[in-house]
């Protein structure tokens, strides 16, 4: 008498099996999600380049101008005109 039948050990194996090739699937079915959604990442980053122009400066830091209060870009701000504006004109 064995302490387990052929059917059970076939089972068990074929259980293991099932088990890891679940996990492989889910696995894939991961990277493969993960990688459309970096492609459509980059592809909408790709189509705001492309067509926005001036879309990409709006994540420029802004600053205040202490003179006449108008809010302009930190890098290559331009005189708005008054004497006391600290920016080149
Ligand atoms: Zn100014």
Do not use: E, P, Q, Y
């Given at each position: 008498m064995f302490g387990f039948s052929i059917q059970k050990l076939l089972f068990t194996v074929a259980a293991i099996f099932a088990v890891w090739y679940g996990f492989k699937w889910v696995g894939r079915m991961k990277e493969v999600r993960d990688r459309e959604a970096r492609d459509r990442l980059r592809r909408q980053a790709g189509n705001a380049g492309s067509s926005g122009g001036?879309?990409?400066?709006?994540a420029e830091e802004m600053v205040e101008c202490p003179a006449c209060g108008a809010f302009v870009a930190a890098t290559g701000a331009k005189s708005c005109g008054k004497a006391e504006c600290p920016y080149p004109g």
């Open positions: 001036g879309v990409s400066g709006a």
